[in-house]
Nanobody, 119 residues
Framework: QVQLVESGGGLVQAGGSLTLSCAASGRTFSPYYMGWFRQAPGEERKFVATVYWFSGYTSYADYVKGRFTISRDTTKNTMYLQMNSLKPEDTAVYYC????????????WGQGTQVTVSS
């Protein structure tokens, strides 16, 4: 019903920056909040950040706070994750997800974009 497509991943050296995008499309799009998650090889998926669509309220995992900034453009149905001071430990597949106003927690997920940080 709602399709999410991540983009902006790539290879960057430690200390560098990347900005990820998550574009939402579909017949209807009525988000309550959207979020970013990541999954490193051999690890479980972990929460990164979330942004409430209407208010713009943001929340971050402690391990990215101060380095990453989540935002959204409501006119483009797009969410962003600006990542600065990247570390090799940030290497992972990054996924975006959305909870609709009528849904329960995250219910739609993108296919992910690879972020690789070299040392």
């Amino acid at each position: 019903q709602v399709q999410l497509v991540e983009s902006g991943g790539g290879l960057v050296q430690a200390g560098g920056s990347l900005t990820l995008s998550c574009a939402a499309s579909g017949r209807t799009f009525s988000p309550y909040y959207m979020g970013w998650f990541r999954q490193a090889p051999g690890e479980e998926r972990k929460f990164v950040a979330t942004v409430y669509w209407f208010s713009g309220y943001t929340s971050y995992a402690d391990y990215v706070k101060g380095r990453f900034t989540i935002s959204r453009d409501t006119t483009k149905n797009t969410m962003y994750l600006q990542m600065n001071s990247l570390k090799p430990e940030d290497t992972a597949v990054y996924y975006c997800a959305v909870r609709s106003t009528s849904g329960r927690d995250y219910e739609d997920w993108g296919q992910g974009t690879q972020v690789t940080v070299s040392s």
